[in-house]
């Protein structure tokens, strides 16, 4: 069955330090990638994706993901996080439909 | 503003009643996706269509949800005598699909379902 799973259910850090959340997916086939955040009482927004190409891809504020295919991951990366990245990070996967992983919830202290 | 917009935002209704949801994507979407979220869960895919066409419908959609998109433009999702359980928040998300597909979903803000 298709599925998308996160490691990580709560992360908390402090300011400055390094982030990487994990995702892996279970597709056969050709899939698309996607990092999704949702911040506090606001809709879901797109970080980046990923659909060919370079695996390292770069999305809004400083966000970075990896597509290791050998793996199926996708992890998402930032160097330094800040109190403003506070937020739930989804990983997605599409192929017709698009599946979710749970979440991963990012505290950032300040 | 041109986004996906959901209405109402929040219906709080008495169990067995029925319910209906509305979504209109962003207007050269061809695409239309119902999820549902609940607390510190991922959204859970429900159906989805293209142009007018419900193309997929997920286990977890039981009988007393039905969702339609008649001209291709706007979806309802209704949801008939509801339980307590069905309380979650609905979102409603558009893409196109074309020969060189973004995928991207846009999310709209989500109606909040409370079932009492």
């Known amino acids: 069955a298709q599925s998308v799973s996160q490691h990580n259910h709560h992360v908390i850090l402090s300011e400055a330090a390094s982030l990487e959340l994990g995702c892996n997916y279970s597709?056969?086939?050709?899939?698309?990638l996607f990092w999704y955040v949702q911040y506090p009482g606001q809709h879901l927004q797109l970080l980046l994706k990923?659909?060919?190409?370079?695996?390292l891809v770069k999305g809004i504020k400083g966000f970075e993901a990896e597509f290791i295919k050998s793996k199926f991951s996708f992890n998402l990366r930032k160097p330094s996080v800040q109190w403003s990245d506070t937020a739930e990070y989804f990983c997605a996967a599409i192929n017709n439909d698009m599946r979710f992983g749970a979440g991963t919830r990012l505290t950032v202290k300040p | 503003d041109t986004g996906v917009s959901q209405n109402p935002r929040h219906k709080i209704t008495k169990r067995g009643q029925n319910v209906t949801f509305r979504c209109d994507p962003i207007s050269e979407h061809n695409r239309l996706y119902w999820y549902r979220q609940t607390l510190g869960q991922g959204p859970e895919f429900l159906t989805y269509?293209?142009?007018?066409?419900?193309?997929?419908k997920s286990r977890l959609l039981s009988d007393r949800f039905s969702a339609e998109r008649p001209k291709g433009s706007f979806s309802t999702l209704e949801i008939q005598r509801t339980e307590q359980g069905d309380s979650a928040m609905y979102l409603c998300?558009?893409?196109?699909?074309?020969?060189?597909?973004?995928?991207?979903?846009?999310f709209g803000e989500g109606s909040r379902l409370t079932v009492l």
């Open positions: 269509f293209q142009n007018e066409a419900q193309l997929e």
């Open positions: 998300a558009s893409s196109f699909q074309g020969p060189v597909n973004t995928g991207e979903l846009f």
């Open positions: 990923y659909f060919s190409g370079d695996p």
């Open positions: 597709y056969g086939g050709t899939v698309n």
